[in-house]
């Protein structure tokens, strides 16, 4: 009797550790989250001031606070630089590629994978939104249908896409790398439009910004309005919800969209932080 009134204890105690070890897991991962970051990320080519004026703007206009700035070397390495308080209101991270000329999305979406499981790790990070410009948004895309479904991986909440080049771009303006013009840019695409897709079954609020120079132009000097459109195919999973804007004029230049245009900052801003 004694024998088995020790298996009991012994068993209630090892029950009552797992439990007090499973309580300061939630208690670490509580203490560590920030919150409902968004990282905003760059197309091909572009640098830190391709997104400087959605962030800094969107501080001043106060809908959310500049935190982390998350650099990613050729390499893969992340670091990052900045401070991100507690109770900071909308974070915002930027992401910048050293590598920025990397044309394989492909490539560049295991760095995004890598950043978000840094953000989830050393942050406790779950959540988080994405403001993509150009080819940043085939980065992400490829992440999303790829790698977003992975065990203990943060899920995306919000995702603004500006002057998405989906499909095809202009030749006239992008002629060093014919990787952009290949077949693979057309079969990635299809993917994400399939039924059961992973980008479909996410749980997701996209707003699509195309820029359109004039009437008489149908593209932003970069991407065509039509390849920009095409997102509207994507984005009908059961629990999605899709709207696009479209600007004209010299400040709906490709460009120009992220850099120089206040109608976009204010989409953007009601998009993310207002609530209806």
Known sequence: MKKIKLIINLSLILV?????????????????????????????????HSMD?????????????????VVVTPQ????????????????????????????????????????????????GVTKFN???????NNTVMYYLENYSQKSGQPQIKSLVNIAAPMQVLSRDIYRRNDWRYSKQLHRDFQS?????????????RELNIIGQLSVDDHFDKAVPVSSAKSLQEVFKGPHQTYQSRLFTGPRAEHSALTRRNPRVLHDMEKFLWQKD
């Open 192 to 204: 994400y439009t399939k039924p059961h897709s992973t980008i479909q079954n996410l749980h997701i």
């Open 76 to 123: 893969g390495k992340v670091k990052t630089y900045g401070n991100w308080p507690k109770k900071a209101k909308n974070p915002e991270v930027q992401v910048i590629f050293l590598n920025n000329h990397e044309s394989d999305y492909h490539h560049t979406a295991i760095w995004i994978d890598s950043i978000l499981q840094m953000l989830h790790r050393q942050y």
């Open 53 to 69: 004026y959605l962030i800094d703007q969107s501080q001043t206009d106060g809908y959310a606070t500049r935190t982390l700035t």
């Open 16 to 48: 009552l550790s797992v439990i007090g070890l499973a309580c300061a897991e939630t208690s670490v991962s509580a203490s560590t989250s920030r919150g409902v970051p968004t990282l905003f990320f760059h197309g091909f080519g572009g640098t830190a």
């Open 130 to 136: 994405a403001v993509a410009h150009s080819w940043g």
